[in-house]
């Protein structure tokens, strides 16, 4: 049970939602967190000739910051970027427990979607969060996770990815 959303755009992939109320306070993300979001992001970067990100403290103590206040506040449900300086991608999963590289890779299957040459998404699909992560003018990632477990011990979780500078500028190609 997986959905996420760009800071513009929103995608659905599954949403058998189980209302889980925030009880448990989880631990920090686990050693080679930060590896492993940096590496699924430079993969798909490579892949398009584009340059890859370097990690940011600041980025990812925002990131970090509003996980653990959607965990407290708001059940592990998705933030409201809107107004955020950074680009954001924020995945939520229910049931399962998502690594950040299978966070990433969410992201980057809605890749198949988008048409480079027209610069579109195939209807009923979000490619943002594929563009996002792609940006070549974001050099900056920070990224982190909060779980949340309700009575039931049924868990779920959001991740967030902040970008600098943000990415999915109308108009622009990513790269
Ligand atoms: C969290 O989920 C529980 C169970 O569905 C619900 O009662 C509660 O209102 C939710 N809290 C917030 C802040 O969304
Ligand atoms: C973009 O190109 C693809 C493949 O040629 C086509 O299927 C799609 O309709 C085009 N989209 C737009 C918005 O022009």
């Given at each position: 049970m997986l959905k996420f959303v760009s800071a513009f755009i929103t995608a659905l992939l599954?949403?058998?939602y189980q209302h889980s109320p925030a009880q448990a306070a989880p631990p920090p993300p686990p050693g080679g967190a930060t590896q492993e979001y940096l590496e699924a992001h430079n993969q798909a970067r490579s892949e398009v000739n584009v340059t890859p990100l370097q990690w940011s403290q600041a980025l990812a103590k925002s990131a970090s910051l509003l996980v653990r206040l959607q965990r407290d506040k708001q059940n592990c449900s998705f933030a409201d970027?809107?107004?955020?300086?950074y680009g954001g991608n924020q995945l939520w999963a229910g049931g399962i427990t998502v690594t950040p590289r299978a966070a990433v890779e969410n992201w980057v299957a809605e890749k198949r979607f988008y048409n480079y040459d027209n610069n579109s998404c195939s209807?009923?699909?979000?490619?943002g969060v594929y563009t996002q992560v792609v940006w070549?003018?974001?050099?900056e990632l920070g990224c982190a996770q909060s779980v949340c477990i309700n009575a039931a011990k049924e868990k779920s979780s959001l991740t967030i990815c902040f970008y600098n500078p943000p990415g999915n500028v109308v108009g622009e190609k990513p790269y």
């Amino acid at each position: 049970m997986l959905k996420f959303v760009s800071a513009f755009i929103t995608a659905l992939l599954l949403f058998t939602y189980q209302h889980s109320p925030a009880q448990a306070a989880p631990p920090p993300p686990p050693g080679g967190a930060t590896q492993e979001y940096l590496e699924a992001h430079n993969q798909a970067r490579s892949e398009v000739n584009v340059t890859p990100l370097q990690w940011s403290q600041a980025l990812a103590k925002s990131a970090s910051l509003l996980v653990r206040l959607q965990r407290d506040k708001q059940n592990c449900s998705f933030a409201d970027l809107a107004n955020s300086k950074y680009g954001g991608n924020q995945l939520w999963a229910g049931g399962i427990t998502v690594t950040p590289r299978a966070a990433v890779e969410n992201w980057v299957a809605e890749k198949r979607f988008y048409n480079y040459d027209n610069n579109s998404c195939s209807p009923d699909h979000r490619c943002g969060v594929y563009t996002q992560v792609v940006w070549k003018k974001s050099i900056e990632l920070g990224c982190a996770q909060s779980v949340c477990i309700n009575a039931a011990k049924e868990k779920s979780s959001l991740t967030i990815c902040f970008y600098n500078p943000p990415g999915n500028v109308v108009g622009e190609k990513p790269y």
